[in-house]
């Protein structure tokens, strides 16, 4: 045997001996396997803000004529009078007339909502007309898209308020913390 041959022979056998024997030689060690539950503290985010939502101003707007009442008087009532030129109406009777005066002068005859919602307008938009109309249907459209968003987040709630108060436990760990209860308001 030469000596590079020897030299293989001496790093080759312990490498079997010990890849064979799987380290047995050296003993075995008891191992201890244990579970038991460890507790996570959950951090709790903070619930966010409450929406705040504003009132938009809804304007139903008809091609009906407005009623311009007469002004009252100190007692509360509207007197009339025949018309100072003596004006006959259809069936050939004078037509009466407040005599007070109109509570709103400024309106012609025939004045309809359509007419003073256009005036108003109007005046907020600087004598240009600019509103948006939307259809019964669509409104109806709108008030069910509405009703569907408020069930979500009322079940959204219900969800977060089941998990604080299955995460939220007290210090000894054996109950619910005092105020983890949340109730709904239906």
């Keep these: 045997m030469t000596v590079k041959n020897l030299t293989r022979w001496t790093i080759l056998a312990p490498i079997l001996i010990l890849t ?10 008891q ?5 038991k539950p460890i507790e996570i503290d959950i951090i709790q985010p903070s619930m966010p803000r409450n929406i705040d939502l504003k009132e938009p101003k809804w304007h139903v707007v008809s091609s009906a ?12 009532k509207r007197p009339k009078m025949d018309h100072p030129e003596g004006k006959l109406n259809d069936k050939g009777k004078v037509i009466r ?15 309809t909502y359509l007419d003073k919602f256009l005036d108003d307008v ?21 008030a069910y898209n509405m009703q569907e968003l408020r069930r979500y987040i009322r079940e ?3 969800v977060v308020v089941y998990y604080r108060n299955v995460t939220i436990k007290t210090p000894k760990g054996d109950e619910d913390a005092v105020g983890a209860k949340v109730k709904l308001k239906d």
């Design 20 to 29: 064979i024997s799987g380290c047995s030689m050296f003993g075995t060690k």
């Design 31 to 35: 191992i201890e396997v244990s579970s």
């Design 65 to 76: 004529k407005i009623t311009n009442p007469c002004v009252k008087d100190a007692e509360g």
């Design 97 to 111: 007339v407040c005599a007070l005066g109109k509570e709103n002068p400024d309106w012609p005859e025939g004045y």
């Design 122 to 142: 109007k005046k907020k938009n600087n004598g240009d007309v600019i509103f948006f109309a939307i259809s019964t249907e669509d409104y109806e459209l709108m």
């Design 156 to 158: 959204v709630q219900e």
